[in-house]
C-alpha cells in the first residue's frame, strides 16, 4: 500500500472526523495487542472469506478521528507469531501483508488481507473465550464480522464449483495441446503418481510454493507446513527436484537476524525488517522463498548481507530511515 492511498482512507471532514465509515472492506482499531488476536482473528477470516479488507490501527473511537497508535505494540510486532497464531486457528491460510506509516508525526500501522482464493477459510481450532468456535466460517458484512449467512455460503460453493468448471476446461485444452499419449498425472491428494512408461515428469523450484513435495533424504519443509512425501523409486518416471534445503539453506525474518545479530534488545526483527528493506532484499529472487504467507531468505541472502557488515548501531539508524520513508 502506498502512502497515498492510505491517506485516502484517513482522509478527516472539515470537524477532524474520518470521511469513511467501517464497511465490508474497511475496520478501524485504535491500539494493535496481541491478547486481542482472537478478534483481529475473526476479521481476518471474515475478510478472506468476501472480498479481502483492510485493518487500520491508530483510529480514536466515538468520535473516530485519525490520531495514531498510542503505544509501540505494532512496531514490534513478529509477524511469523500472527502467522502460526492464524495457521493453528484456521484453514486453507490467509494470507495477509502489513505496513505502517507516520504522517503528522502520527503512527499508523496496517494489515491487509488478501480475499482468499481457497474459500471457504473455517476455523479449525475454537480461540479463548470463544470468539471463535471450531467448524464455524466467518464473513465480511457492512461494517460487521458475523458468522455467514446461507446465501453467502451458497454463492461461495456456486463460485468453487464455476472454478472448478473453468480448471477442467483449461485441463482439457492443455492435454489437446501436449497429446494424451505425452501426459503423466500426479495424484496429489494419494500421492500416486500415474504415467506411461519412460515419460518424464520434471518438478521445477517455482512450483515449490504450490506443490509440497518432499523426496526423502533430498530437502525438507520448515516446521509446521503441510507437505506431501514421495519416498522410494516411481518406476517410469524421473523426478528431478530443486539441490537446496529449505530447513539449512533458508532463514526466517527472525533467524536471519539472529545471524547477523540485529535483533532488539527483546526480540523484535524491526531492525532486521527495516535492513531488508534498505537493500531491497524482495525485489531479488534468489534472495527468498514465499511459503505459506511468510519469507524464507536464502543463504545468498545472508551472505550478501554479512558482505555489507551491518552493525547493531548502523541497523538502528536504517530503522529511523525505514520509519520515516513515507514523509519523503
Known sequence: MTEEKFKKLIEVKNDGRLKHRESKKLEFKANFNFNSMNQYSKTFASFANSSGGVIIFGIKDSPREPIG????????????????F???????????????????????????????????VMCIKETKKQVTNEGEIYYRYSGRSEKIKYADLKNIFDENKAIEQKKWMEHIENIAKVGPQNIALIDLLRGNIKNTKDKQIVIDKKLLKEINLIQEGKFVEKDGAPALKLIG?????????????LQDDFYTTKELGEKLNLLSDKGSTAYMTAVIWKYDIQ???????????QKLY???????LLSKEIDLDKAKEIHKEYLLRDKT
Open 86 to 120: 492464524l495457521n493453528t486457528h484456521f484453514a486453507p491460510e490467509i494470507r495477509w501483508e502489513m505496513y505502517s506509516f507516520s504522517i503528522n508525526e502520527k503512527k499508523f500501522g496496517i494489515f491487509i488481507i488478501e480475499e482468499s482464493k481457497n474459500k471457504p
Open 298 to 304: 536464502s543463504k545468498i541472502c545472508y551472505e550478501f
Open 69 to 84: 497508535m498510542t503505544n509501540e505494540n505494532f512496531e514490534n510486532i513478529d509477524a511469523e507469531q500472527i502467522s502460526n
Open 283 to 293: 525485489s531479488n529472487s534468489s534472495y527468498y522463498q514465499h511459503k505459506h504467507n
Open 233 to 245: 523409486d516411481v518406476e517410469g518416471v524421473e523426478t528431478y527436484t530443486p539441490d537446496f534445503n
